[in-house]
């Protein structure tokens, strides 16, 4: 199975950016549709992004449309999520999960494997 490990969250000011990245071990992350997925405190667990596995096809939460941008590098076995013009109300853990079925999804529990995650906080 695919093991996936977050990085590149920390504290910003609003209207800063941020890159976020998967990276993928045991497997590589090539046959799976991946999601970004956000929880703050006090809510439940949304998708922001999710990408096709040949990175074609992408989906965004409407609150995040025009801000982030989700990619996958298949050389570096890493998917991204740049995250521009943030916002406080994007602060939030931010997870990564892998899909074995080849549609996107949204909800949780249509991902099988899951990161740990990376927090993501932003001031005003």
């Known amino acids: 199975q695919v093991q996936l490990v977050e990085s590149g969250g920390g504290l910003v000011q609003a209207g800063d950016s941020l890159r976020l990245s998967c990276a993928a071990s045991?497997?590589?992350?090539?046959?799976?549709?991946i999601g970004w997925f956000r929880q703050a405190p006090g809510k439940e667990r949304e998708l922001v992004a999710s990408?096709?596995?040949?990175?074609?096809?992408?989906l965004y939460a409407d609150s995040v449309k025009g801000r982030f941008t989700v990619s996958r590098a298949s050389a570096k076995n890493t998917v991204y999520l740049q995250m521009n013009s943030l916002k406080p109300e994007d602060t939030a853990v931010y997870s990564c999960?892998?899909?074995?079925?080849?549609?996107?999804?949204?909800?949780?529990?249509?991902?099988?494997?899951w990161g740990e995650g990376t927090q993501v906080t932003v001031s005003s």
């Open positions: 999960a892998a899909r074995t079925s080849i549609t996107l999804a949204r909800a949780e529990r249509d991902y099988n494997y």
């Open positions: 045991g497997r590589t992350v090539g046959p799976y549709v």
């Open positions: 990408i096709s596995r040949g990175g074609i096809t992408t």
